[in-house]
């Protein structure tokens, strides 16, 4: 081998087919986003992305720089071994199984947030931390569900509030 020439290694070795199609499968965001009950539009906004460009990096076969994978990972607080797709490893626990208990991980992070003074609601969210890390140790590095957003305020629920609401239509839901 001349000292110039560098060893190539085929793309083919890091992806996989994509069924029923002839193309490869370099990860697997778009699934893990749906698992997590994510919409399009919210992963966009974490992404600083438009909701076109998030389709299409989401596709699996499209190969993302680790920049974007980066991004990705943060987006989507899973480690990055996780959206890339490996032939020779095969999950311990299902994907969706796993994408479970990080929401009920996220939850629990959540609550011990704002459980505040209250030592029995503190107690029982720790003991249900220590069980869910027993189950899955990787998930001491979940955080909380995110707190974006505000109150709103009258005026930002439009006409809906100024609008009488009928009682028969109460009465009707009701029987």
């Given at each position: 081998m001349?000292?110039?020439?560098?060893?190539t290694?085929?793309?083919?070795?890091?992806?996989?087919?994509?069924?029923?199609?002839?193309?490869?499968?370099?990860?697997?965001?778009?699934?893990?986003r749906?698992?997590?009950?994510?919409?399009?539009?919210?992963?966009?906004?974490?992404?600083?992305?438009?909701v076109?460009?998030?389709?299409?990096?989401?596709?699996?076969?499209?190969?993302?720089?680790?920049?974007?994978?980066?991004?990705?990972q943060?987006?989507?607080?899973?480690?990055?071994?996780?959206?890339?797709?490996?032939?020779?490893?095969?999950?311990?626990?299902?994907?969706?199984?796993?994408?479970?208990?990080?929401?009920?991980?996220?939850?629990?992070?959540?609550?011990?947030?704002?459980?505040?003074?209250?030592?029995?609601?503190?107690?029982?969210?720790?003991?249900l931390?220590?069980?869910?890390?027993d189950?899955?140790?990787?998930?001491?590095?979940?955080?909380?569900?995110?707190s974006?957003?505000?109150?709103?305020?009258?005026?930002?629920?439009?006409?809906?509030?100024?609008?009488?609401?009928?009682?028969?239509?109460e009465?009707?839901?009701?029987?």
């Amino acid at each position: 081998m001349k000292a110039d020439s560098v060893p190539t290694t085929s793309t083919q070795e890091f992806s996989l087919p994509v069924p029923g199609t002839g193309r490869v499968c370099y990860h697997r965001i778009a699934e893990i986003r749906k698992t997590q009950c994510l919409s399009l539009a919210g992963i966009a906004k974490r992404l600083g992305v438009d909701v076109p460009t998030a389709r299409e990096q989401e596709n699996p076969s499209s190969n993302l720089t680790l920049e974007q994978l980066y991004r990705w990972q943060e987006a989507l607080d899973l480690p990055v071994a996780e959206l890339l797709v490996d032939p020779d490893t095969i999950p311990d626990m299902p994907v969706k199984v796993r994408a479970k208990l990080i929401r009920v991980m996220k939850t629990v992070q959540s609550l011990m947030e704002f459980s505040g003074e209250n030592e029995s609601i503190t107690y029982l969210l720790q003991t249900l931390y220590s069980q869910l890390t027993d189950i899955m140790p990787e998930l001491k590095e979940i955080s909380a569900w995110p707190s974006i957003g505000r109150s709103r305020e009258q005026k930002d629920y439009g006409q809906a509030v100024h609008r009488r609401f009928d009682p028969g239509v109460e009465r009707r839901l009701m029987e």
